[in-house]
């Protein structure tokens, strides 16, 4: 199966070609801003160097946050987009996913995520990676009360050192691992091992309501 | 030449597919204006969000309706701004996509210029003419010379005048948007009940500023018994405030026609575009105002006046067939002057 999959969720852009877990290509850029520009490029150029046209792929998978809302929009709309163009099924996995099954841990896997605000994107994986909890939203502090008296965990994200002097305040036993950020092979072996033929376009996991409020009826 | 077109920047989510021969093959717009209704405007990260779950659809849509394929297309535009960014992004990132997977040319539209060259495809009209823009973020007269070249004449200091109306009828309590509220409402009123002032008409310029006009609007009810307008009120108010704007739109188009004909005098055209324009009686009054000043005004069909798909398809199209395209690195332009030279005017905030 090949799968073009990218990432653009978070503070990096990442985009490759797999094909039955091997990488044919792959790019992946830190960046906090700009993604709208790279992302296209750097598609382009990994369909290049991966010597396939889209006709010749058998889907896209993209992430579908949680992550920063434009990211995650830049990511959901141009994956949708290929998919009607292309005629291709596009399937989304969850930023949290895709760090969580780069992680190499023998216990629970804990993934946190810099939400650029008081809370982080938090999700805890058994070590077989299933998911343990639904993707939150949530305080270190309560991330902390949640973990406290648990077994040893495994922490991985780029919102690990946002939560570690919570959690060892709280007495959470923890070690930190890689990854940081989603990358996009690894998406793209997620979406392989569930694909379904034609499933509905992925919809954006926001976990926040856009920040407004209902006026004051007169 | 067949191009598509995608339109994100605000509160619809509109695509549209046009043939250089003019014809409008396909025109699909969705509102948002429930997501925002309750909100009394448009709020920038419900309409991303909005924007997103749709404009898929809504571009297969236009391509069924229009009975073609993304093989028989020349062209993918989409407006790159000005705009609400987030929506911007995802009709941009829809557009790329579409280009990229059929080899096919790129071309990011000013939205602002969508809305000037509408006319060039409804009525045919020639360059050079006289613009006058108006919208809910826009208020300006501009001498369009050509595809891409726009020379400012005039715009407003403070607020548009789609803003004036939208703020007026919320004060009103006749909800949003506020321009077709205001104008039904003024329909049942009289334009002369209430002596509302006629900002900037006379001066020496092109400039508008219609902040003023909407602080009468509020004053005039608080003078009102109880502090609240009855429906005759409220009609009369309307009225009265689309007859003061009818008055400055026709005096600052009258000192634009002057300089318009002294820098071309085989002009011969007065073009009106944005949602304002949809307004009935605002297009009889500047109908008027451009016979008065040996101009014909064109007004594009209402349905092409507030914001839509087709207007980008058709002022990509024009780019394109002079050769223009941009690279799929294009970064969307929250700000983009349809007249870069153009002085900036009034205060910081602007709607220049």
Request: glycine content about 10%; aromatic content about 4%.
């Amino acid at each position: 199966m090949k799968l073009l999959a990218f990432d653009t969720a978070t503070a990096s852009c990442s985009a490759a070609v797999w094909c039955d877990g091997v990488v044919l290509a792959e790019r992946c850029h830190a960046m906090e801003r700009g993604h709208s520009e790279a992302l296209v490029p750097m598609i382009a150029a990994v369909m290049d160097e991966a010597g396939l046209a889209f006709a010749e792929l058998d889907g896209i998978a993209v992430t579908v946050g949680p992550g920063a809302f434009t990211g995650v929009r830049i990511g959901l709309a141009t994956a949708r987009a290929l998919s009607l163009a292309a005629n291709l099924p596009c399937l989304g996995v969850t930023t949290l996913e895709a760090v969580a099954a780069d992680v190499q841990a023998e216990n629970d896997v804990v993934v946190v995520l810099d939400a650029k605000r008081n809370d982080v994107y938090a999700q805890t994986f058994s070590p077989a990676l299933q998911p343990l909890e639904e993707p939150a939203a949530i305080l270190p502090e309560a991330l902390a009360a949640r973990l406290a008296g648990n077994a040893a965990v495994t922490l991985a994200g780029d919102g690990c050192e946002l939560v570690t002097p919570v959690l060892e305040a709280a007495g959470v036993v923890f070690a930190v691992a890689p990854p940081r950020r989603p990358r996009a092979p690894v998406v793209a072996r997620i979406a392989a091992s569930r694909r379904q033929l034609r499933s509905p376009p992925p919809r954006p996991l926001y976990l926040r309501a856009p920040d407004v409020t209902l006026p004051k009826t007169a | 030449m067949i191009v598509f077109g995608i339109e994100t920047s605000c509160d619809e989510t509109a695509a549209a597919v046009v043939a250089d021969d003019r014809r409008l093959l396909a025109n699909v717009v969705l509102s948002q204006l429930d997501d925002h209704r309750p909100y009394g405007g448009v709020v920038p990260e419900i309409a991303a969000r909005s924007h997103l779950e749709a404009v898929d659809a809504v571009a297969a849509e236009a391509l069924r309706r229009a009975g073609v394929g993304f093989a028989d297309l020349d062209g993918i535009a989409v407006t790159g701004g000005p705009g609400l960014i987030g929506g911007v992004l995802v009709g941009v990132m829809t557009a790329k996509a579409f280009a990229l997977v059929h080899g096919l040319p790129f071309v990011a539209v000013n939205h602002l210029e969508g809305h000037a060259l509408t006319a060039r495809l409804t009525d045919d009209v020639a360059f050079p003419y006289l613009l006058l823009l108006v919208s809910g973020g826009h208020c300006q007269l501009l001498i369009a010379e050509g595809v891409g070249r726009f020379t400012r004449l005039g715009t407003t200091i403070d607020d548009a005048l789609g803003e004036a109306f939208d703020k007026s009828a919320k004060i009103l309590g006749l909800g949003f948007p506020g321009g077709p509220a205001v104008e039904q409402a003024a329909l049942q009123g009289d334009p002369q009940h209430f002596a509302l002032p006629r900002p900037m008409k006379g001066r020496d310029d092109c400039h508008f500023s219609f902040s003023g006009l909407k602080t009468a609007v509020r004053q005039a009810v608080e003078r009102l018994p109880g502090g609240r307008a009855t429906p005759q009120d409220a009609a009369d108010l309307c009225a009265s405030f689309q007859a003061a704007a009818g008055d400055v739109l026709a005096d600052r188009v009258a000192r634009a026609a002057a300089l318009f004909r002294a820098a071309h005098p085989e002009g011969s055209t007065l073009v009106v575009a944005g949602g304002v324009a949809a307004n009935r009686y605002l297009r009889t009054r500047l109908d008027a105002a451009a016979a008065e000043n040996g101009l014909k005004l064109v007004a594009p069909p209402i349905a092409l006046c507030t914001d839509n798909g087709a207007m980008i398809a058709w002022a990509g199209l024009e780019h394109l067939r002079l050769g223009r395209r941009d690279s799929l690195d294009f970064r969307p332009r929250p700000r983009w002057p349809l007249d870069p030279d153009a002085p900036p005017v009034g205060y910081a905030g602007a709607k220049a």
